[in-house]
């Protein structure tokens, strides 16, 4: 009598869940259908339609101001679901219900779940679902398995075809349009706007970030079309008054009902300041329909926005030297990125530790940070997509000169090596503010780095 095979762990059956969403079509590929997730939603009985969404697309910013939003609607008392994207060190961080990222064990439950339907999806039609397709569907079910009371989903790629625009925003905001998936998207702000612009549905409320000319023009006639009412950074609410501070900055923030003064956030940059003040009017709107004649209060707000963290963000992981993380990983983020570590910290030197992804435009993203980093040290990650170090290296040496550009192919070697260089640099008396280390170049780089030096969410 043969022995009845033993039942996975929770851990062994988290592997195979992800194993077996990573044998799905990758996130970078695109075929523009909304037919396969709408199919599996109805299979599903439609979990995107059992709470209100507030919906996010843009280039950057849309997960720093998906987990303010999810901060501030937990604080008005409200039930959430948080889905972002791309994760940092594993899958589970994209799927959150009430600010918890779900359980390794709920992960592969909520997968088992919707596979069986996943299955009938795959078997009728010419493509089977995607990666992104099926976690998307996930998120959804979990959600309203919770039940969750709002929806805070981020866009994967674009909007108009992208899995999460099956379900109808009720706020949607638009973080600043740079140019970023060119192959995808375009190769223009105005451009890559049309796509994004396709999120807004007839009764939307838009909350709309500072844009380019040209793009808030495309999005503006997107609202129009459909009846969307909009509010715009700089118009009907915006940031009013920043000061830097230690651990953070300290915002005054025009709303769309009122003023709210001196809220510490706990993030660096300008750009955290005006995400700050999207999250706030995307909430005000959500919540408009019950009684928000004066605003939020303000006590709440500010303790909801004490609360904010966002990992790989100018995340400090490491000190003595501090090692910083950040996920930018295009020309738009790199700028504001730079911007910001100048501003927040006093390091000389700063050494770069770069990696990314081969399809990226890599000149922009070093021309950004050119000018504060003194050294840069090229890696690269694990996926294939990432860049040879080699290759990269020489992109850089390009743009800072041979001098001033390392190679260690290794992202732990590379790690290894910047923290030594700007050891020495203390040691030898060149820094004034003492040296530090930024990685950066892409969020599946800082994810790694991250992971290596022990970060925790």
């Known amino acids: 009598m043969s022995e009845a095979r033993a039942e996975p762990s929770g851990a062994e059956r988290y592997r195979e869940v992800e194993r077996a969403l990573l044998a799905r079509w990758p996130e970078s590929r695109l075929e523009p259908s909304l037919d396969r997730i709408a199919a599996l939603c109805d299979l599903l009985g439609q979990p995107q339609r059992a709470f209100p969404v507030v919906h996010l697309t843009g280039t950057n910013g849309k997960t720093s101001t998906a987990r303010m939003i999810d901060v501030l609607l937990r604080a008005l008392g409200l039930r959430t ?7 940092l060190e594993q899958m589970t961080e994209r799927i959150s219900v009430d600010g918890e990222e779900l359980s390794r064990e ?6 088992d779940e919707v596979a069986p339907y996943a299955d009938v999806v795959d078997r009728s039609g010419e493509h089977p679902l995607s990666f992104f397709e099926l976690i998307t569907a996930m998120a959804f079910a979990a959600f309203a398995d919770a039940p969750v009371d709002a929806g805070v989903i981020e866009v994967g790629l674009g909007g108009s075809w992208d899995a999460t625009n099956v379900a109808d925003a009720a706020v949607a905001v638009v973080t600043p349009i740079g140019v970023d998936h060119e192959r995808l998207l375009g190769d223009a702000p105005e451009v890559i706007a049309i ?70 956030l706990p993030l660096h940059g300008a750009h955290q300041a005006h995400n700050a003040a999207c999250a706030l009017a995307a909430v005000e709107a959500f919540a408009g329909g019950k009684g928000l004649d004066g605003g939020l209060d303000l006590d709440t707000v500010r303790e909801a ?36 570590v100048q501003e927040a ?30 050294m840069v040290v090229c890696t690269q990650n694990s996926t294939a997509r990432a860049m040879p170090a080699k290759e990269l290296a020489e992109v850089a040496r390009g743009i800072f000169g041979s001098e001033r550009v390392e190679v260690a192919p290794r992202l732990d070697d590379a790690l290894d090596l910047a923290v030594g260089l700007a050891e020495a640099a203390d040691a030898n008396g060149i820094g004034l503010g003492g040296g530090g280390v930024l990685v950066t170049g892409s969020v599946i780089t800082a994810g790694e780095a991250r992971t290596l030096l022990g970060g925790s969410r």
């Open 106 to 111: 709920r992960f592969a439950e909520v997968y």
């Open 305 to 340: 926005f004490a609360k904010v963290t966002s990992p790989a963000r100018l995340e400090v992981v490491r000190r003595s030297p501090a090692v910083v993380l950040d996920a930018a990983h295009n020309p738009h983020g790199a700028l504001a990125t730079a911007e910001a």
């Open 195 to 264: 796509e994004k612009a396709g999120i807004l549905k007839a009764g939307t409320f838009l909350v709309l970030a500072q844009q380019q000319v040209d793009a808030a023009e495309v999005l503006l006639r997107r609202a129009a079309e459909v009846g969307a009412t909009v509010a715009r950074e700089g118009l009907e609410f915006g940031v009013l008054h920043r000061a830097p501070g230690l651990g953070g900055q300290l915002v005054s923030l025009q709303g769309l009902a009122t003023t709210y003064d001196e809220i510490f």
């Open 81 to 87: 679901g948080r889905f972002t994207s791309p994760h």
């Open 345 to 374: 910290f006093s390091f000389s030197p700063l050494v770069g530790v770069v990696g990314v992804m081969a399809d990226k435009d890599v000149e922009g993203v070093l021309d950004a940070f050119e000018p504060v980093m003194s």
